[in-house]
T-cell receptor
Framework: DAKTTQPNSMESNEEEPVHLPCNHS???????IHWYRQLPSQGPEYVIH?????VNNRMASLAIAEDRKSSTLILHRATLRDAAVYYC??????????WGLGTSLAVNP | EPEVTQTPSHQVTQMGQEVILRCVPI?????FYWYRQILGQKVEFLVS????????KSEIFDDQFSVERPDGSNFTLKIRSTKLEDSAMYFC?????????????FGSGTRLTVV
C-alpha cells in the first residue's frame, strides 16, 4: 500500500506562511501527490494535487521535489480556519487513497 | 462550487438491522468511492465504483456490504446486518470526469451508530 511520512504535528502563527513536509519515497512514476485536510467532525477536504510540476491554487501551493520522493504543502498566510489535520497521499489516477495519520496543524492567534 | 451530498447526516440503528447510506456525487464525475472513519482512527478505504461495477474493494468490504448506483444520480452503500463495529463516519467521494489528474471531492459524511 502507498505510504507517506509526515510530522505528527506542527504549529504556526496566524498570517505567517506554513510549510508542511511529506516524504513519499515509494511513489511510482504515475502516482499523483494529493493533499487533503480534515477539520474536526468534518469530511476530508481537497486542498491540492500534482504530478511533477509545482502547483498553485487559491488554497495553497504544492512544491514537488525533482525526484518526486518528497513534497511540501505551502499555506501562504495561515488563518485560524486552517487549523486541521493535513494528509499527504500518493495514488494512481482515480485509485483508492490510503490514509495515514497526517499532520495536525495548530494556528496561534 | 459542486458538492457531494450525503444523507442522512446521522443514523442510529439496532445491531442486525440493514442500513442504506445515500450519496449524490458531483454530476459529471465517473468514479465513486466509500470510505469510513472509526472515531479517533484513520480514514479507511472501502470500495470504488466505475462504469456500474466495483473497481477496487478493501478487506473491510465483505459480503455484508454492497454498493449500487440505482439511477443517474444516487450512489448507495448498504450494510445488510449491522454490527457494533460498523459504527463510524462514512464518507462518500467522487472524482474525475474521466480525464487524468483530478482530485477527489468528499461529502460531509453520515455518522452511523449501531446499538
Amino acid at each position: 500500500d502507498a505510504k507517506t511520512t509526515q510530522p505528527n504535528s506542527m504549529e504556526s502563527n496566524e498570517e505567517e506562511p506554513v510549510h508542511l513536509p511529506c516524504n513519499h519515497s515509494t511513489i511510482s512514476g504515475t502516482d499523483y501527490i494529493h493533499w487533503y485536510r480534515q477539520l474536526p467532525s468534518q469530511g476530508p477536504e481537497y486542498v491540492i494535487h500534482g504530478l511533477t510540476s509545482n502547483v498553485n491554487n487559491r488554497m495553497a501551493s504544492l512544491a514537488i521535489a525533482e525526484d518526486r520522493k518528497s513534497s511540501t504543502l505551502i499555506l501562504h498566510r495561515a488563518t485560524l480556519r486552517d487549523a486541521a489535520v493535513y494528509y499527504c497521499i500518493h495514488a494512481g489516477n482515480n485509485r483508492k487513497l490510503i490514509w495515514g495519520l497526517g499532520t495536525s496543524l495548530a494556528v496561534n492567534p | 462550487e459542486p458538492e457531494v451530498t450525503q444523507t442522512p447526516s446521522h443514523q442510529v440503528t439496532q445491531m442486525g438491522q440493514e442500513v442504506i447510506l445515500r450519496c449524490v456525487p458531483i454530476s459529471n464525475h465517473l468514479y465513486f468511492y466509500w470510505y469510513r472513519q472509526i472515531l479517533g482512527q484513520k480514514v479507511e478505504f472501502l470500495v470504488s465504483f466505475y462504469n456500474n461495477e466495483i473497481s477496487e474493494k478493501s478487506e473491510i468490504f465483505d459480503d455484508q456490504f454492497s454498493v449500487e448506483r440505482p439511477d443517474g444520480s444516487n450512489f448507495t452503500l448498504k450494510i445488510r446486518s449491522t454490527k457494533l463495529e460498523d459504527s463510524a463516519m462514512y464518507f462518500c467521494a467522487s472524482s474525475g470526469p474521466g480525464r487524468v489528474g483530478y482530485g477527489y471531492t468528499f461529502g460531509s459524511g453520515t455518522r452511523l451508530t449501531v446499538v
